[in-house]
C-alpha cells in the first residue's frame, strides 16, 4: 500500500515536471504542493481513492487488451459457447461496491473536515464581481477590491462568499478551496496556507465575457507582516465602489 | 402505405420509420459538421495563450454552441435515428405506433436548428453562456441578446421533439413486439431504447419547466431565479441538472445497446450475461435520476445533499462494471473478426472504462471540489460522450450502414478513420486530465502560459479527428455511390444471433415484413 502510494506520488512528480508548470512561482499545483492540512487531506484522500479505483482501470482495459490479442480469428478456429455464469456476475457486482464502500469512508471524513473548519482566526468576506474579486475583513475594518488577498500564514481563514451579480467560484488549487459565490446567498470555505508565498488561482465558473481573466491572487506572510499590513491598509484603505453593478 | 414516393417527395412526407431514421441521421451529421467546426474554432484559440485569433464574446458563443449543437443535434438525434430504424426492425414490427407523430417528431428538430443557426445573426449574438445556460448570466440583465430567447426555444423545440418520440417508442415497444417476443427476448438495443425512452419521458419535461421560468423571467420579469424577487439562482441548477444527468445516459445508453449488437456478431459468440445487462441498463436508468447534485458540488448545497449525491455516483458504477466486465466476457473465447464496426465497439469498450474511471474519481467529493469547471471535468466529459457515446455510434454507422443502402463502407478506408479518431480523441483529451488538475479552468478563452504545452499537444489531437471525419463523410458519399452491394446478411451473423435485422433484405422493404414473424 505504501509502496504504490510513493509510486504513485513519483508518477504524479514526474508528469508535473514534464508539464512545465509545477516548478514556476507562483504556486498553483496543489498534489506536489498542497498547502496546508486541509488541502493535505484533499490529497490523500485522491490518493487513497486512486489506489481503490485504478486497479479496476488496469484490470479492465489489460483484459480488453489481452482478448484482442489472444482470440483473434484463425481458420478453423471455434468460439466458446459459454454465455452466462452467476458465480462470475455476483463477483464483478460485489466487488467493486465494496470497494466503492471502503474508498467512502475517507471521503466522508475529508468532507467533514471541509464542512466544519477548526476555530477561525480570521473572517474574510469574499463578494465577485464581473470580473474581479472584492475582500472584507469585518474585524480588521478593512476592505479593497482588484487586489491580491492577504492573510497570516499558520492561522485558520474562514471565508463567507457572495456575488453581486453572477455565479463566480473562488478557486485556489494550493488550499484545496473551490467554493461557489452566488448572489443573494452566503457559502463558505475554510483554508489554513502554512507557508509565506504568492498562490494564484482563478475564477472556476463562466461568469461572462473575461471569465477567463477574473485571476486570483493570494499573498501569505507571516502574522506580523500581516498585522502591519492592516495597519497600512487602515490608513489608506477606502470603500470600494459596489454600485458599479447591481 | 406500401407505395413510396419518389425523390425529393418521398423524403418530405415520408412516415415510414426508417426513412425518419435516415432523415434523423442525416440532419445528425450535418450538425455535426458544424459543432465539430465550431470545436475546431476552440482548439484553435486555445494552440497558444494569449492569442487573439477569436474575441471573448465570439469563443464564448462558439463554446456554448459547440456543445448545445454536439448534445442535442448531434448525439441524441443520432441515437434516435437508429432507434427509429431499427427498433421496430428488431422487435419485428411494421413500423412505429404513431407514424405520422413520428414524423412530427423528425421535422420539429428542423425550426430548432434554425433557430440555433439564426441565433448568431441577431444584434449580441447567440448565447455565451455554456450549454448550461447558468442564471443570472443568463438573465436578461446580464446577456440581453435574443439570441438567449432564440436558444431557449430551440431547445424548447428539440425537448418536445423527445417526448413525443419517447412516448412513440415506449408504446411501440410494449405493444408491437412479435409474437413470442417476451422482455427477456427483445434484443438489447431494444433494452436501452425502451429504459432510454422512460428517461426522456420523465426528465424532459423538466427541462421544459426549467427553460419556460428562464424564459418567463427574461421576458416578463417573473423573477423565479432572481434572489431580488425572492428567486435563487440554484433552482436553475438543480432543474437543469435533474434533466441533463440523465440525459448524459439519454445519449449512451443505446450506444451500449449498439456495442452489445457488434460485439458478439464479430466475436461469433452469443452476448454475455444478457439479464444482467439489461438489468444492470434499467438499474442505471433508475438511479441515473439521484445523482443530479453531483454536478453541483462547489454550488454551496447542504452537507447532507453532498452527502448523498456522493454515495448514489458510487453506486451508479456499480451497474456500469457491471456491463463493462460482460462485455469483456463476451468477446472472452471468442473468434474476433476486426471490422471497423468491431473496432469501433473495441475502443468503445476501452474509452468509455476511461471516462467511467475518470467518473468515479469525481464521486470523491474533496477531490470533485478540486478539479470540477476545470479541464479534468471536460476530460471526463469527452471521454464519456466522444469516447463512449460518438464511437458506439461510428460502431453503430459500419455495421448497419450496409443494412440501411444496401452498400458496404470501405473497410480499408474504415480502419484509416478509426485510427485517426481513436488515437486522436485521446492525444486532444488524454493531457486535459492534467491540465485540470494543475489549476486550469474551464471555459476559458485564454491560459496562463505554463498551461500552453498541453493545450498544443490537445490542438494538435483535433487535425486527426478532423481528418477522421472528413475521411468517414468521403467513404459514404463512395459507399453510396458505388459501394459494394450488400445482401441480407454480409457479415454472416444471422445464425448465431437471430436478430431480424438480419433477416430481410438490405435495405428492407416497406413495412419490412410481408408476414409478421414468430419468435420462438
Known sequence: MKKIRVFLMTGLTLVGLASLGWADEPITNWLVNPEGPLARQVRSNFFFAMVMIMPFLFLAEGLLLYAIIRFKAKPGGRAAAFHENLRLEVLWTVIPALTLAITAVPTYQTMRAMEVPPKSDLVVGVIGHQFFWEYRYPKQGVQFAEEALVVPAGKVVTLNLSSVDVVHSWWVPAFGVKQDANPGRITHAWFQAERPGHYKGQCAELCGKLHAKMFIDVQVVTPEEFEQWILKKKGVSLPPDTTRKS | ?520
Not at chain 2, 404513431?98 to 449574438?125: E, H
Not at chain 2, 427476448?185 to 419535461?205: C, S
Open chain 2, 1 to 520: 402505405m406500401s407505395e413510396r414516393a419518389a425523390g425529393l417527395k418521398r423524403w418530405l412526407t415520408t412516415t415510414d420509420h426508417k426513412d425518419i431514421g435516415i432523415l434523423y441521421l442525416v440532419t445528425s451529421l450535418f450538425m455535426a459538421v458544424f459543432g465539430g467546426a465550431f470545436a475546431g474554432l476552440l482548439r484553435a484559440q486555445l494552440s497558444a495563450a494569449d492569442l487573439k485569433l477569436l474575441n471573448p464574446d465570439l469563443y464564448n458563443q462558439f463554446l456554448s454552441m459547440h456543445g448545445t449543437l454536439m448534445i442535442f443535434f448531434v448525439i441524441i438525434p443520432a441515437m434516435a435515428g437508429f432507434g427509429n430504424y431499427f427498433v421496430p426492425l428488431l422487435i419485428g414490427a411494421r413500423d412505429m405506433a404513431f407514424p405520422k407523430l413520428n414524423a412530427l417528431s423528425y421535422w420539429l428538430v428542423i425550426p430548432a436548428a434554425g433557430l440555433m443557426f439564426g441565433s448568431f445573426f441577431v444584434q449580441g449574438g447567440t448565447a455565451q453562456t455554456g450549454w448550461t445556460g447558468y442564471v443570472p448570466l443568463a438573465s436578461r440583465q446580464f446577456s440581453g441578446t435574443p439570441g438567449v430567447d432564440m436558444w431557449i426555444l430551440g431547445l424548447h423545440l428539440v425537448g418536445l421533439s423527445s417526448i413525443l418520440g419517447a412516448i412513440n417508442f415506449l408504446v411501440t415497444i410494449i405493444n408491437m413486439r412479435a409474437p413470442g417476443m417476451g422482455y427477456f427476448k427483445m434484443p438489447l438495443f431494444v433494452w436501452t431504447w425502451f429504459v432510454n425512452a422512460t428517461l426522456i419521458l420523465f426528465a424532459t419535461p423538466v427541462l421544459a419547466g426549467a427553460l419556460t421560468m428562464a424564459l418567463t423571467d427574461r421576458a416578463f420579469g417573473t423573477g423565479f431565479f432572481r434572489p431580488s424577487e425572492g428567486g435563487d439562482p440554484l433552482l436553475w441548477q438543480h432543474l437543469f441538472w435533474f434533466y441533463s444527468h440523465p440525459a448524459v445516459y439519454i445519449m449512451v445508453l443505446p450506444g451500449m445497446g449498439i456495442v452489445s449488437h457488434v460485439l458478439p456478431a464479430f466475436s461469433n459468440k452469443k452476448i454475455f450475461g444478457y439479464k444482467g445487462i439489461a438489468v444492470a441498463t434499467a438499474a442505471i436508468g433508475i438511479i441515473g435520476f439521484m445523482v443530479w447534485a453531483h454536478h453541483m458540488f462547489t454550488s454551496g448545497i447542504s452537507p447532507a445533499l453532498r452527502a448523498f449525491f456522493a454515495f448514489m455516483t458510487m453506486v451508479i458504477a456499480v451497474p456500469t462494471g457491471v456491463k463493462i466486465f460482460s462485455w469483456l466476457a463476451t468477446i472472452w473465447g471468442g473468434q474476433i473478426r476486426f471490422s471497423t464496426a468491431m473496432k469501433f465497439a473495441l475502443g468503445f469498450i476501452a474509452l468509455f472504462v476511461m471516462g467511467g474511471i475518470s467518473g468515479l474519481t469525481l464521486a470523491v467529493v474533496p477531490f470533485d471540489v478540486q478539479v470540477h469547471d476545470s479541464y479534468y471535468v471536460v476530460a471526463h466529459l469527452h471521454y464519456v460522450l466522444f469516447g463512449g457515446s460518438v464511437m458506439a455510434l461510428l460502431a453503430g454507422t459500419f455495421f448497419w450502414f450496409p443494412k440501411m443502402s444496401g452498400r458496404i463502407l470501405d473497410e480499408k478506408l474504415g480502419n484509416v478513420i478509426f485510427w485517426l479518431v481513436f488515437l486522436g480523441m485521446n492525444i486532444t483529451f488524454l493531457p486535459m486530465h492534467w491540465l485540470g488538475i494543475v489549476g486550469m479552468a474551464r471555459r476559458v478563452y485564454t491560459y496562463r502560459p505554463e498551461f500552453e504545452f498541453w493545450n498544443q499537444v490537445a490542438s494538435f489531437g483535433y487535425i486527426l479527428l478532423f481528418a477522421g471525419g472528413m475521411l468517414l463523410l468521403y467513404n459514404m458519399f463512395k459507399a453510396v455511390r458505388k459501394g459494394e452491394r450488400a445482401a441480407e446478411d454480409p457479415w454472416g451473423v444471422y445464425p448465431l444471433q437471430r436478430t431480424l435485422d438480419w433477416s430481410v433484405s438490405s435495405p428492407p422493404p416497406v413495412e419490412n415484413f410481408a408476414k409478421i414473424p414468430e419468435i420462438v
